[in-house]
């Protein structure tokens, strides 16, 4: 069995609804969820737009590829509504990245796994820590708690009371 986590942000309409759903679909069609991480709330990351994410990230076990994986990925945001534009940061419904798939690194046109910006992003650094402290980036060596600490993004990020 494969573990992958997966980073979740929604900052359009029912935001925490959006996440539930996400993760719903995601259990029904990816593989079983057997962590999650708290909600946070957090700052738009390099937008002009200001309506806060809610963010989260899970651990799914799954028998899927990782390309499988990246495709039950795009028809979850299809179906929620997510219009993938040229545009990199925008607002969205849904937003679902693979930080991790196992501890492989995969360089390929359509993806990149992991995900190569997590060390630049608190929103990710956070719930992940919360779930995975010691697991160690495959690239960078360096665990999840390290990098959070060298994390250089300061944006306030905090535990949502919404689930």
């Given at each position: 069995?494969?573990?992958?986590?997966?980073s979740?942000?929604?900052?359009?309409?029912?935001?925490?609804?959006?996440l539930?759903?996400?993760?719903?679909?995601?259990?029904?069609?990816?593989?079983?969820i057997?962590?999650?991480?708290?909600?946070y709330?957090?700052?738009?990351?390099?937008?002009?737009?200001?309506?806060d994410?809610?963010?989260?990230?899970?651990l799914?076990?799954?028998?899927?590829?990782?390309?499988?994986?990246?495709?039950?990925?795009?028809?979850?945001?299809?179906i929620?509504?997510?219009?993938?534009?040229s545009h990199?940061?925008?607002?969205?419904?849904?937003?679902i990245?693979?930080?991790?798939?196992n501890?492989?690194?995969?360089?390929?046109?359509?993806?990149?796994?992991?995900?190569?910006?997590?060390?630049?992003r608190?929103?990710?650094?956070?719930p992940?820590?919360?779930?995975?402290?010691?697991?160690?980036?495959p690239?960078?060596?360096?665990?999840?708690?390290?990098?959070?600490?060298d994390?250089?993004d300061?944006?306030?990020?905090?535990?949502?009371?919404?689930?």
């Open positions: 069995m494969n573990k992958a986590y997966l979740l942000g929604s900052n359009r309409g029912d935001r925490a609804g959006n539930n759903k996400a993760v719903n679909l995601l259990g029904e069609w990816a593989g079983n057997s962590a999650f991480s708290s909600i709330e957090t700052p738009p990351w390099r937008m002009t737009d200001n309506v994410f809610l963010n989260q990230v899970i799914v076990e799954t028998d899927l590829l990782p390309g499988q994986l990246m495709g039950i990925i795009f028809r979850i945001e299809s929620m509504g997510r219009i993938r534009t990199k940061y925008e607002p969205r419904t849904i937003d990245d693979i930080l991790f798939y501890d492989e690194v995969i360089k390929e046109e359509a993806l990149v796994i992991p995900h190569p910006l997590i060390q630049e608190r929103f990710v650094l956070e992940m820590a919360e779930l995975a402290p010691d697991f160690i980036h690239v960078l060596r360096k665990n999840i708690a390290r990098l959070l600490v994390c250089e300061k944006s306030v990020i905090q535990k949502s009371v919404s689930k």
